[in-house]
């Protein structure tokens, strides 16, 4: 058994799995509106029925969007209100700053853990990752945690999962390995999850089927998932193990819709430190903050890190300095007012 000190007290080391689900919010229980009501994924349905509900809006007008929102979800700041607006697709000069100043997974680094993104990338080489025109969130994340992203060779040695489970969208990049089940993908991220101390994985082909309005890619990729979300469950049957999901914001849970919702998003926790997380966050600003509480470390990780005003406005852009911890500490308080607590597809 491993163990870490606080003070004289031996504390058990918890490893976690973590799943970000892009686009998939709280709907309506009605199957004729919401995929996810409809009675063909028990996996999911099971996780989201003991889900907290938790907001996505972030106090800002106008429907959540993916950049600020999973910047919000990886460094426990308000970027909505940072920028004072949701920002769609890939994170711009001042949200990418604001990542690489602290996150989720370099704070984990910064105080001694083991932690992994465990996605893979299919790079032409082991450079291309640093020439990303437009990486993503969890990119950045990574890159300023770890210095490099996985790539085709963690793949192929089973210690990364590419996004969509299977491989099949690589056929068109020229990849011609096997195809995967989503149930070998998610025991390839389980060996991996199971070494690590904390492990990302994000998966958005979610929010990308949502968008296209398509009924039978969803259902497609809703089965994937599951299938995919029902070997992962195991992870936390184990002690010290826990297993956490949540989203960005609302969209593949209305169909009435192509969009993202205002819906709020689900925070799933199963096994050691669930019961006191589901009880504490109340949005997407409380998760980092949250699960680093079960990592404790020298530094003192909290909504007011006083060290982030010292993010400077971005070049060209029209966002005037902000002092983050502020601009937290109102928000919090926001989404706290406003959040609801409600179970989902009892
Ligand atoms: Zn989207």
Redesign the pocket.
């Known amino acids: 058994m491993s163990s870490i000190f606080i003070g004289s007290t031996p504390r058990r080391r918890i490893r976690t799995l973590m799943v970000f689900i892009?686009?998939l919010g709280i709907g309506l229980n009605d199957p004729r509106i919401n995929p996810l009501a409809r009675p063909c994924f028990p996996n999911l349905r099971d996780l989201l029925r003991n889900a907290v509900s938790i907001d996505a809006t972030l106090g800002v007008a106008g429907l959540p969007?993916?950049a600020t929102g999973q910047t919000t979800l990886l460094t426990g700041v308000n970027a909505a209100q940072l920028v004072r607006r949701h920002v769609?697709g890939f994170p711009g000069p001042t949200l990418r700053a604001l990542i690489r100043r602290r996150n989720l997974l370099s704070e984990m680094v910064t105080r001694g853990y083991r932690a992994a993104f465990a996605n893979a990338y299919y790079l032409e080489d082991s450079d291309a990752s640093a020439r990303m025109r437009h990486p993503s969130v969890t990119t950045v994340a990574a890159l300023s945690a770890f210095g490099f992203v996985r790539d085709a060779a963690h793949m192929m040695r089973q210690e990364a999962v590419y996004q969509d489970l299977t491989r099949e969208a690589l056929r068109i990049r020229g990849y011609s390995g096997p195809l995967l089940s989503p149930e070998s993908a998610a025991r390839h991220l389980l060996g991996l999850a199971k070494r690590e101390d904390f492990t990302l994985f994000e998966y958005f082909q979610t929010?990308r089927v949502a968008?296209r309005g398509n009924e039978t890619e969803q259902i497609r990729v809703l089965d994937e998932l599951d299938r995919f979300l029902g070997v992962l469950r195991s992870f936390a049957k184990q002690r010290d193990r826990l297993f956490v999901l949540c989203s960005d914001h609302g969209?593949l849970e209305d169909s009435r819709t192509s969009t993202?919702t205002m819906n709020p998003v689900p925070f799933v926790a199963v096994g050691s430190g669930a019961k006191r997380l589901k009880s504490r966050v109340r949005s997407l600003i409380d998760v980092t903050p949250e699960l680093l509480n079960l990592y404790p470390g020298h530094a003192c990780f909290s909504l007011s890190w006083p060290a982030a005003s010292r993010v400077q406005k971005a070049p060209n852009s029209t966002v005037a300095k902000v002092v983050i911890g502020d601009v937290s500490r109102k928000s919090s308080r926001v989404t706290r007012n406003s959040s609801t607590r409600r179970t989902v597809l009892s």
Do not use: K, P
Request: no cysteine; aromatic share 0%.
């Open positions: 892009d686009g969007q993916s769609e929010d968008h969209n993202h």
